[in-house]
T-cell receptor, first 115, second 115 residues
């Protein structure tokens, strides 16, 4: 069975500081990993994905994520946080080559960037 | 512009009443999904459909029903059997996996409240 863990319910960071939102996963075979962001009362928006290739994936709004196979992690990072980055962030996984089987989502991490 | 439209944005249900949430997409995506979002619980899968006239139960299908008579439409009915329906409901669709795949496209959600 597939699963995603986001160990932090809330992450607080000062504006201009680097941020990290953690994600670990469990899947049979190779993973297909995603990060999404959600603003209040809105749907989720795609940030970035990892299929294969470079372990450092760059995405929208200056975000990037590092895939670590040995630690089964896919942490989201940004070098310099903005107040506008404050939102709810979700990590998701499914097995690669599993067709359109549903993504499994973590419980989300609320990021608060303080000016 | 292509996208997913969910309606209504807000919905109020009386005890014992069935209500239907609409989800329409013009992205020509085969697969569509319904998730329920509750605070602190992330996204939980209700139903999904990978092709017209076919759908599968997700993790929390009890008290819900769906249909997929057209590729563009995947309505969700919340029946009176669902005892705790107050939540934020998200519809999503996805293209086939590949280089242009960015996972799900989400609608803006429907907030259902029992009154």
């Amino acid at each position: 069975a597939q699963s995603v863990a986001q160990p932090e319910d809330q992450v607080n960071v000062a504006e201009g500081n680097p941020l990290t939102v953690k994600c670990t996963y469990s899947v049979s075979g190779n993973p297909y990993l995603f990060w999404y962001v959600q603003y209040p009362n809105r749907g989720l928006q795609f940030l970035l994905k990892y299929i294969t290739g470079d372990n450092l994936v760059k995405g929208s709004y200056g975000f990037e994520a590092e895939f670590n196979k040995s630690q089964t992690s896919f942490h989201l990072k940004k070098p310099s946080a903005l107040v506008s980055d404050s939102a709810l962030y979700f990590c998701a996984v499914r097995a690669l080559n599993s067709g359109n089987t549903p993504l499994v989502f973590g419980k989300g991490t609320r990021l608060s960037v303080i000016a | 512009d292509g996208g997913i439209t969910q309606s209504p944005k807000y919905l109020f249900r009386k005890e014992g009443q069935n209500v239907t949430l609409s989800c329409e997409q013009n992205l020509n995506h085969d697969a569509m999904y319904w998730y329920r979002q509750d605070p602190g619980q992330g996204l939980r899968l209700i139903y999904y459909s990978q092709i017209v006239n076919d759908f599968q139960k997700g993790d929390i299908a009890e008290g819900y029903s769906v249909s997929r008579e057209k590729k563009e439409s995947f309505p969700l009915t919340v029946t009176s059997a669902q005892k705790n329906p107050t939540a934020f409901y998200l519809c999503a669709s996805t293209p086939p996996t590949g280089p242009g795949d960015y996972g799900y496209t989400f609608g803006s959600g429907t907030r259902l409240t029992v009154v």
